[in-house]
């Protein structure tokens, strides 16, 4: 019997002995698969849409479009001042009256009202006639430059309507005035 075992054994033995030594076979992992080149889509030139490119208003249009507080609230004209107890225009005046007139002529058929304002220096009577001669100095300067006096009325404020409601010379600077509103167009 035990050499039955013995015999046994050994068979096992080399068995194992030759599966050790079996030549392994090196597995190779499959290759991946081979990438189809995706067709080329032929890329279309994009038909361009042509851009509508909305006209352009010219000022003559943008102007007519707007309504006289619109205008008036962008203040096309702008005011000049005056020194104390003055009427005649100033230096520093002129060159704005200029760009004034500029423009009303630009605008021909605008109307304008001009108006005269004061500091609160001086009588409600003073002040009303000093108004109006600086009312009328600046018509009279917009005249010589071409503008029709028919586009233009004047009126004097006095020392009503103060832009500045302080109690010193910088304030009253700013009142003496001559200003523009827009009435017709």
């Known amino acids: 019997m035990k050499k039955v075992l013995a015999v046994v054994f050994s068979l096992i033995l080399l068995i194992l002995f030759l599966s050790y030594c079996k030549k392994k076979v090196e597995v190779t992992p499959p290759s991946p698969p081979a990438i189809e080149e995706a067709p080329k889509i032929e890329e279309k030139e994009v038909e361009k849409v042509p851009v509508v490119k909305e006209p352009e208003l010219t000022e003559e249009e943008i102007f007519r479009m707007k309504t006289l507080e619109e205008l008036n609230r962008e203040s096309p004209l702008e005011m000049i001042h005056f020194d104390f107890d003055r009427y005649f225009i100033r230096d520093d005046a002129k060159p704005v009256l200029e760009k004034n007139s500029r423009w009303l002529q630009s605008f021909a058929t605008v109307k304008i009202l ?53 109690h010193n010379e910088e304030a009253w600077a700013k009142n003496r005035r001559a200003q523009f509103l827009i009435i017709e167009k």
Do not use: F
């Not at 108006?115 to 609160?120: K, M, S, V």
């Not at 001669?133 to 006095?158: C, F, H, N, Q, W």
């Open 114 to 166: 001009i108006e005269g304002h004061c500091d609160e220096r001086g009588t409600e009577e003073y002040n009303m006639a000093l108004g109006e001669r600086r009312a009328k100095s600046t018509r009279d300067y917009l005249v010589a430059l071409g503008i029709s006096p028919e586009r233009m009325k004047i009126i004097s404020y006095g020392k009503t309507q103060p832009l500045d409601l302080e």
